[in-house]
């Protein structure tokens, strides 16, 4: 029996897109980048997402720093493709070779422009966390004594990110930010690495309003594997499904 599943899930994963939304890549990978993403495709994963922002980057180390991921993928194109679509994605797996995209996590690189929402998505941004756990111009994060949603700015950033078409991503965030967020957003919104708080009652995780509420704007959440906002020292397979099972009976598996 436990051979017949492991053939169901492994044919059900061949089939599937495997999608991983976050992947922080910094300088420190410069040493290694010829090791961790081919990792990634050995371990059947079809698309990453890498954030290309570190603390305190400005908008043109920001530019520098994604010309670089770009160079680097298009050098190793018989291993990885760049995606800026689903079609890229999907041409890479019908071609064996790991779809990789960009990410902010939070909005520092836009440095304080709305317009450079444009700018970044023609260089391959796809999705943006509002914020990175703390306040800043957006509106709050979800590490904050205070709630207080978002800013004007994190209204007009939020309709600019539709209009150019960067997913508006709610993990980190606070929680007033994310729901007035998710009233704002025409289109999709995601929580592109959170766990459910009804579980394990951690400020990085989110509640089940805002859950039911990404699941009505047509998103996603993304299980998080790290053992804090698991409840689990060892995170284990065992505690993600948890969280998995939980979220998928909320609102229904395709959320997740």
């Known amino acids: 029996m436990e051979t017949k599943y492991r053939e169901q899930a492994r044919q059900i994963a061949n089939e599937s897109v495997v999608c991983d939304l976050i992947l922080p890549w910094n300088h420190h990978f410069m040493i290694d980048d010829n090791v961790t993403l081919p990792k990634y495709k050995k371990a059947g994963i079809d698309f990453v997402s890498l954030t290309v922002n570190v603390s305190g980057n400005a908008f043109a180390s920001t530019v520098r720093h994604i010309?670089?991921?770009?160079a680097h993928i298009a050098a190793n194109s018989d291993t990885m493709i760049f995606a800026a679509s689903a079609e890229d994605i999907r041409a890479a797996k019908a071609t064996g070779r790991l779809a990789v995209g960009i990410h902010f996590q939070g909005t520092a690189p836009i440095d304080g422009?709305?317009?450079?929402?444009q700018t970044f998505y023609d260089l391959g941004i796809r999705h943006m966390l509002l914020a990175y756990n703390q306040k800043n111009a957006v509106g709050d994060?979800?590490?904050?004594?205070?709630?207080?949603?978002l800013s004007r700015f994190g209204i007009r950033l939020i309709e600019e990110m539709n209009r150019v078409g960067v997913l508006v991503d709610g993990s980190h965030t606070?929680?007033?930010?994310?729901m007035e967020a998710m009233e704002v957003c025409k289109g999709p919104f995601i929580f592109s690495h959170s766990n459910t708080h009804a579980l394990v009652s951690h400020y990085r995780n989110i509640r089940d309003d805002q859950i039911r509420a990404c699941a009505k704007s047509?998103?996603?959440?993304?299980i998080n594997g790290v053992n804090e906002f698991l409840g689990d020292a060892s995170a284990s397979t065992e505690s993600m499904f948890r969280h998995v099972d939980y979220i998928a009976g909320l609102v229904g598996a395709e959320h997740l």
């Open 218 to 222: 047509g998103g996603i959440i993304g």
């Open 67 to 70: 010309s670089w991921v770009k």
């Open 174 to 178: 606070g929680y007033r930010s994310t």
């Open 141 to 149: 994060g979800c590490s904050e004594r205070t709630d207080a949603g």
């Open 113 to 117: 422009s709305v317009e450079n929402v």
